[in-house]
T-cell receptor, first 113, second 116 residues
Framework: AQSVSQHNHHVILSEAASLELGCNYS??????LFWYVQYPGQHLQLLLK??????LVKGIKGFEAEFIKSKFSFNLRKPSVQWSDTAEYFC???????????FGTGTRLLVSP | GAVVSQHPSRVICKSGTSVKIECRSL??????MFWYRQFPKQSLMLMAT?????????EQGVEKDKFLINHASLTLSTLTVTSAHPEDSSFYIC????????????FGQGTRLTVV
């Protein structure tokens, strides 16, 4: 069965700390991977996506993620977080042709100033 | 990015009544729309996928007679929760994508439904 798991449900960091959020997937066939962010009171926004090619993907706002096929992982990273990064982060996967998305449970990130 | 507008953002209804939620793509033609449900502290669970002009495809366990989905135009899809009960209280989110392979899906802001 298709599934996405996120290991950290809540993360608290101080500003300037480095961030890494874990994401593992279980998906038959070719997989497309995504990270979405939901700021308080706002809708989901795409941070970055991986379809093929370079496994290190750079997204908006200084975020990046690395696709490691052997580990079935797509961890999200940012070298130095800001208070404005406080949000909920969702990892998601789909098959090719942008089929339905399967979401992880989300990680709430709180960055203290 | 493209804009998807969902309305209403919050609704409270009495048990037994029906509630309609609208999802509109404001600046692109949405060939496919997805409806999700999110329980507190849980992930988004896909309820159904709808393609314009076709019947929606429901996920296993989702009652299609209870959650009526209509995608009559390329810019509008509606979800109607019929004969709502308190257990239907949840956060409902729509997402829409346009034509073309690999096209990103854009999300509405969600609708908080409370059934009393």
């Amino acid at each position: 069965a298709q599934s996405v798991s996120q290991h950290n449900h809540h993360v608290i960091l101080s500003e300037a700390a480095s961030l890494e959020l874990g994401c593992n997937y279980s998906y038959g066939g070719t997989v497309n991977l995504f990270w979405y962010v939901q700021y308080p009171g706002q809708h989901l926004q795409l941070l970055l996506k991986y379809f093929s090619g370079d496994p290190l993907v750079k997204g908006i706002k200084g975020f990046e993620a690395e696709f490691i096929k052997s580990k079935f992982s797509f961890n999200l990273r940012k070298p130095s977080v800001q208070w404005s990064d406080t949000a909920e982060y969702f990892c998601a996967a789909s098959g090719t042709g942008f089929q339905k998305l399967v979401f992880g449970t989300g990680t709430r990130l709180l960055v203290s100033p | 990015g493209a804009v998807v507008s969902q309305h209403p953002s919050r609704v409270i209804c009495k048990s037994g009544t029906s509630v309609k939620i609208e999802c509109r793509s404001l600046d692109f033609q949405a060939t496919t729309m997805f409806w999700y449900r999110q329980f507190p502290k849980q992930s988004l669970m896909l309820m159904a996928t709808s393609n314009e002009g076709s019947k929606a495809t429901y996920e296993q366990g989702v009652e299609k007679d209870k959650f009526l989905i209509n995608h009559a135009s390329l810019t509008l899809s509606t979800l109607t929760v019929t004969s709502a009960h308190p257990e239907d209280s949840s956060f409902y989110i729509c997402s829409a994508r346009g034509q073309g392979a690999g096209t990103e899906a854009f999300f509405g802001q969600g609708t908080r439904l409370t059934v009393v």
